[in-house]
Structures are given as structure tokens and as C-alpha cells.
């Protein structure tokens, strides 16, 4: 077998793995055994670059890079749903679906509304071509390269066989169980046996989701790093899929549910039908459909799922009812909004009442210090609360709370307790003491100062704060900055409790023997984490510049503060005016490290730095491939290249001083055209007049 039908195999082979992995959930390999093939894969392709295809397994691990998206129209619009939240709407809904269809005999295709982002997936002759967000429901933003970093959709479908009936438990009104999703309510499956091809081209709809255990796991960590924590999955979902790296997309663990097909030659006249179809190409599909007749199926659906939902791996927040027969919704057709044969039921969000004990003050990283209110515990949407977080100063003020008073608190579809209001109802005339923000640090008593344009209050003792002072240390060794992976928030509070250290800096006078603990006992982890520390002298500029822990420099403006003046000490003496030449440089962050630079404290940290090793200034290596040739230039970058990919045609283009941007414009300098070439860009390229230049081309434009 010749190496590139090995990649072939091992493609195929491990798109099949996803699947029963992901979708399935059945996987007939270890963890281990996928590593080794998708390993395997990797160094295939490496050998093979002429081989490369955005659909390979081997591209759903994502890059750094960043990229920018383009807004495309949608083939077929994105219509919303018309909501309703009783009942009573519920029925007036089916009584115009009758009278719509003149009496006509109905099924409703009963399913779960999900609470994600919606998205359209296109296929042709198998394969992903492109996904694009909702946006607008006319036009929306091509997010392809995210969407083939999540594993539940397939980037190439594989022979169909038709399922076996699915049996889901559900209990009926009458007691008796229910076959719950059979093509005709009896748990058959419509549709003949053997082969189901799928259309040549079609779209299929659905919904990209977080679930609650990765939902749960970014919001950890983001905590840990003092970073704004995302208040739903929903919204997790968003920023992540509109993350500019893939990378970041691929790490959080995003999953997808599809609930809608679409095309000129799909399988059944049934949308419930085409859904099964769906599944046995590949696609995750709800096991919780359900196909009814009557209103009252309808309602004992809405019932059990306004439990049972709080049991999902993901959030949902209503039920979708929709027409069954494609035929009928045409007949039934839209209004200007939304169709006329499907309605959104939305669950009411969950609350609950509970006592106020007490509000407590944290301070993190930055200085900013948060309210917290603690309270009795009460159940709520399926977990224990008993604190829940005021955001600010003015939030806590329009609440009127007093110590004693019975609030409300909600989840939702949220994670993230929060207190609604005072529960009113139970206020009596001697109510406690009323709840007020502090002046003062709760940690040092330094007062605290509220910075113009901020909701929050800061403690502004940074040097002499200690949440402030280990916090710094924690975001200095984490894994985005200097990978220093042995030091724990634990380790660094007992290293401070010790007097061990004070600073960032003092980690590079660590020695084993003050960290080998009595006897030796942890000679090695001391070893261990003396070597990691020595290591992280080796982490280049940006990073390094990244981990001084200036306020709003984070890892993409860290990176471009270094591409731009080179090293800290031309940083350093930088005017406001130097910055704000500087593309995506705005005042805000400029100000903000000139004032982090005027510190005394903070310029002796950075000679200390500079005295043990660590990269202050961008790599002769790095400087030796930097160039101006596309300086003041804007290029879009399109099709399927040969002799590098996308994302390393990006990172080119800005080592040579040029800027990526993903839409076609009247600023866009020319097109870097490779193989397949999207028709809508080209198009519009001839329309402004813009120069389309090939891969040679640009290759030689660079000096390549």
C-alpha cells in the first residue's frame, strides 16, 4: 500500500471512529488506539502536502491563528419561530394549522428546543462545504473551519444504513408506555431497508451547543484566570464558535444537534422521516422526537419534558412543534417573520425563594472587587445553591437588599445563580440592615477607586494586595504565558504563605532545597518544578509580554505589541501617539500600559526578568523573517492551496506586514486565489475590480 492510499484508509477509518464515538456513543476502539492513527494521519499528510483537505480528521484539532469571517447569504433564508409560553397559544396554533389545511388530516413532529446557536451546514456529494451562523436569517458568517473542529458533525458522510426503532422512555397521560419516536407513533420506522442515499446536495439545520460538564470546565478555569465568566451555555457557545482560532473552538468541546433538512431531493415528504434519514447518514439527531395527531399528545410531550429536561446534557429551554408533512408546510406558507407551521413552546425559567445571610467581597487579579450574596440553601433547576454573585456596586444598589430579606433567585438556562429581586411578599416593616458597598479592600484596607467608564470598584494596592499578588503569579505561570505547569493556585499560596515569594520574579530565585520539604520527601517535584521554571526562560516575547499581567493585553494584542516594537524596552518608552498608529491599538489599551510602564515597581520586575534570561525582544530568528513587502496592504485569502495551508498563509501575510481580513471589500489590496476558489468571492472580486493573485504569485511576491 502506497503512503497516499494509507492516508486514504486511515481517513476513512477514522471519520467512522468519530462517528461511533461522538454520535453513536459506541466506540469500538480505545482512546489510545484513535491517538496512534490520528498520529499516524498527521505524519502522512505532513509528507503529503499536494494531499490536504480541510475535511481531514486531522483538521479538527484547530490552530492558533486568527481569522476573520466572511458574511455570506443564506441559499434558503433562516426564518425565526414565533414563541408562546401557555398553553392556551399552543392550541391556537393547532386550530390554524387545522383551518389552514381545510380539515385536512396533520401530524405535528413534536421536538426539544435546544438553546444554542443556530447554524447551516451544506453539503455536496458527501462532504462539509461550508457552515454559516444564523446572522441575520439573510445573511450569516461562514464559521467552516470551527465547525469541522467539532466532532459530532461529520465532515463526510459514509454508506447509510437505516436504524433500528428507537425506543425512548416516555410515560403517556394513561399510564402506559410509550414508543417514543417511531415514523408513525408505533416505534416504525418509515422508509424501505438496505441503502439510504443522501441528496447530491442538501443543508441540514440545527444547533451548536456547550454542554454543561464543558460548559462547567471553561467557566472554572476562566475563574481561576479572572476572566468574565459566560452566563449560559448559550452564550458560551456563541463567543466560542465565533472565536477567530480554531483551536480555542476545538478545545472547549462544543457538540451540535441537527433538526431540520433541507434540499430539492430529499428522502420523504415527512420531516420526521427525512430527520431519520439524517441519523443513519451520520448525523446527531434527538432521540426525543416524537410524531403525535392530537393536542392532547402535544401537551403531555410539553409536561414531560418541562421536567425531564433538567436531566439532558445540554440546555434546552422549550419544546418545537412543527408540521410534519413538507407538502402541508407549503401549503401552509410564512409570514414575514416566521412560518406558519411551526410555533416555539418556551419553558418558564425555574426560581425559587430563599434567606439572605450574608454579602462577602472578593478581590481578584485586576483589583476588581465582586459582591457575593450568601444564602440559605434551596434546590434549584437540579443542584444545591446557596451563593450567587451581585456583579457590582450598582447592581447590588437597585436590588435594595437588607440582610434577612427573602430573595429570588433563577437559574434557567443559566448555571450561574442570580438574585431576580426581593421577594417582596415576605418584606416585613423591621427589615435588617441594608446591604451597601464597601469603601475599603476587604484584603488590605487600601479604599478602593472606581476608574471612569468601569461598573466595578478596584482595589488599587496592587503591589501590596495579596489575592492581587497571587493572582499576578497565577496568570504569570499559566499555560497560555509562561507554561510554568507545576505551579497550582495551591502551590503558589503555600510558596506565598512561606515568604518564598512576593512577586513574579522571585520564582527565578527558587532553589530545590526550599521546596524539597523535610528529608527530601519532594526532591523530585522540586526538581521538577525548578526545571520548569528554568524552561520557561526560553518562551518567546509575545508570550512573555503577555504574562506581565498589563490590564487589557491579552494574548492577541500581546502579539501584536511585539510585532510592532520589537522588544519591552521600545514598548516602554512608546508615546500614546505610537500606539494609536498601531491597527486594533486603541486608547483604552494604550494608556493602560504607558501607566503599567511608569510604575517604578513594574520597571524593576522587568529588569529582574531581563537579569534571569527571560526573551524581552522579538528572536533574531523572528526579526530575520519580518519584512514590509505587503506593509498597507489588505488581503483575502480563498480556495485550496498546494504549498501551504490557509493558516500559514495568514501568518505570512502578517509576518511580511500585510493584515488577513476574511470579507471582501473596496479596502481589500488583491485576493490570494488557491484551487476551488469560492463563486461569491470571485464575483464580487470582479465586480470592485479586484486583483486575484495565485499561490506562485504571492510566493514570489515574498521573496519565496
Known amino acids: ?116 446557536l443556530s447554524i447551516s451546514l451544506h453539503y455536496e456529494d458527501g462532504r462539509l462545504v461550508r457552515a454559516v451562523t444564523r446572522g441575520d436569517g439573510v445573511r450569516g458568517d461562514d464559521v467552516t473551519a470551527n465547525i469541522r473542529t467539532i466532532k459530532s458533525i461529520p465532515l463526510q458522510l459514509e454508506d447509510a444504513q437505516v436504524p433500528s426503532p428507537r425506543r425512548d ?153 412543527k408540521v410534519n408533512s413538507l407538502r402541508q408546510q407549503q401549503a401552509l406558507g410564512m409570514t414575514a417573520k416566521s412560518p406558519r407551521w411551526a410555533i416555539a413552546y418556551k419553558f418558564q425559567a425555574e426560581q425559587a425563594s430563599t434567606v439572605l445571610r450574608e454579602v462577602t467581597f472578593q478581590v481578584g487579579r485586576t483589583g476588581a472587587v465582586t459582591p457575593v450574596a450568601n444564602m440559605d440553601s434551596v434546590q434549584l433547576s437540579g443542584t444545591i445553591v446557596r451563593r450567587a454573585t451581585l456583579h457590582n456596586a450598582d447592581f447590588m444598589a437597585q436590588l435594595d437588599l437588607h440582610i434577612g430579606d427573602h430573595v429570588l433567585v433563577e437559574k434557567g438556562g443559566e448555571i450561574i445563580p442570580k438574585i431576580i429581586s426581593v421577594d417582596m411578599s415576605q418584606v416585613t416593616k423591621e427589615r435588617g440592615p441594608r446591604v451597601e458597598f464597601i469603601s475599603r479592600c476587604p484584603e488590605c484596607g487600601s479604599e478602593l477607586v472606581r476608574y471612569e467608564g468601569e461598573a466595578a470598584w478596584y482595589c488599587p494596592n496592587d503591589s501590596g494586595c495579596p489575592p492581587q499578588i497571587k493572582g499576578r503569579i497565577e496568570h504569570f505561570v499559566s499555560r497560555r504565558a509562561m507554561n510554568i505547569d507545576t505551579l497550582g493556585p495551591e502551590t503558589i499560596e503555600d510558596f506565598y504563605g512561606r515568604g518564598l515569594i512576593r512577586n513574579y520574579a ?138 501551504h495551508s490557509r493558516d500559514e498563509y495568514k501568518a505570512l501575510i502578517e509576518q511580511h506586514g500585510g493584515k488577513n481580513t476574511g470579507s471582501i471589500s473596496a479596502k481589500t489590496s488583491f485576493i490570494l486565489a488557491g484551487d476551488n476558489m469560492g463563486p461569491a468571492k470571485l464575483e464580487k472580486a470582479q465586480k470592485l475590480g479586484i486583483a486575484i493573485i495565485s499561490e506562485d504569485e504571492f510566493l514570489q511576491m515574498i521573496g519565496e
Not at 415527512?270 to 392532547?296: C, I, P, Q
Open 1 to 116: 500500500m502506497t503512503e497516499q492510499e494509507r492516508i486514504m484508509q486511515l481517513r476513512t477509518e477514522l471519520h467512522r471512529h468519530n462517528r461511533n464515538y461522538y454520535v453513536l456513543n459506541a466506540p469500538t476502539i480505545s482512546d489510545r488506539e484513535f491517538d496512534d492513527l490520528l498520529r499516524e494521519l498527521q505524519q502522512l499528510e505532513g509528507r503529503h502536502p499536494e494531499l490536504f483537505d480541510p475535511n481531514s480528521p486531522s483538521q479538527r484539532v484547530g490552530s492558533d491563528l486568527a481569522g476573520e469571517f466572511e458574511s455570506v447569504e443564506h441559499r434558503r433564508p433562516m426564518l425565526s419561530l414565533a414563541n408562546t409560553y401557555n398553553k392556551e397559544e399552543v392550541r391556537e396554533f393547532y386550530d390554524r394549522v387545522r383551518e389552514g389545511l381545510g380539515g385536512e388530516a396533520f401530524e405535528i413532529c413534536c421536538e426539544l428546543k435546544f438553546d444554542g
Open 169 to 321: 422512555v416516555f410515560v403517556s397521560a394513561d399510564g402506559q408506555g410509550d414508543l417514543f419516536g417511531g415514523a408513525d407513533g408505533l416505534g416504525n420506522l418509515a422508509g424501505d431497508s438496505g441503502q439510504n442515499p443522501w441528496p447530491r446536495e442538501f443543508e441540514i439545520r440545527g444547533e451548536v451547543l456547550m454542554p454543561w460538564t464543558s460548559f462547567e470546565a471553561l467557566n472554572r478555569e476562566r475563574e481561576a484566570a479572572e476572566e468574565p465568566l459566560f452566563a449560559n451555555p448559550r452564550n458560551a457557545a456563541s463567543g466560542t464558535l465565533k472565536s477567530k482560532q480554531t483551536a480555542v473552538v476545538a478545545k472547549r468541546k462544543l457538540d451540535a444537534y441537527l433538526y431540520y433538512l433541507l434540499g430539492d431531493s430529499l428522502p420523504s415528504d415527512g420531516h420526521y422521516e427525512n430527520l431519520e434519514a439524517a441519523r443513519s447518514w451520520g448525523f446527531k439527531v434527538s432521540e426525543h422526537m416524537r410524531k403525535v395527531r392530537t393536542l392532547d399528545e402535544i401537551y403531555e410531550f410539553i409536561d414531560y419534558w418541562d421536567v425531564e429536561r433538567k436531566h439532558l446534557p445540554v440546555a434546552t429551554d422549550g419544546v418545537v412543534l
Open 506 to 643: 522571585d520564582l527565578y530565585d527558587l532553589q530545590v532545597d526550599q521546596l524539597s520539604g523535610a528529608n527530601d520527601s519532594r526532591i523530585r517535584s522540586a526538581r521538577k518544578t525548578i526545571k520548569a521554571i528554568e524552561d520557561s526562560r526560553q518562551v518567546p516575547f509575545e508570550r512573555v509580554l503577555f504574562a506581565l499581567g498589563i490590564r487589557f493585553v491579552g494574548e492577541n494584542v500581546a502579539k501584536t505589541l511585539a510585532r510592532s516594537f520589537k522588544s519591552v524596552d521600545a514598548l516602554a518608552q512608546a508615546s500614546l501617539d505610537d500606539f494609536l498608529q498601531i491597527n486594533s491599538i486603541g486608547a483604552a489599551i494604550a494608556e493602560s500600559v504607558i501607566a503599567w510602564f511608569a510604575n517604578e515597581e513594574n520597571r524593576r520586575l522587568v529588569e529582574r526578568l531581563r537579569h534571569y534570561g527571560l526573551q524581552l525582544q522579538l528572536s533574531d530568528e523572528t526579526l530575520s523573517q519580518q519584512t514590509d513587502r505587503l506593509a498597507g496592504k489588505t488581503i483575502v485569502i480563498s480556495g485550496v492551496f498546494a504549498q
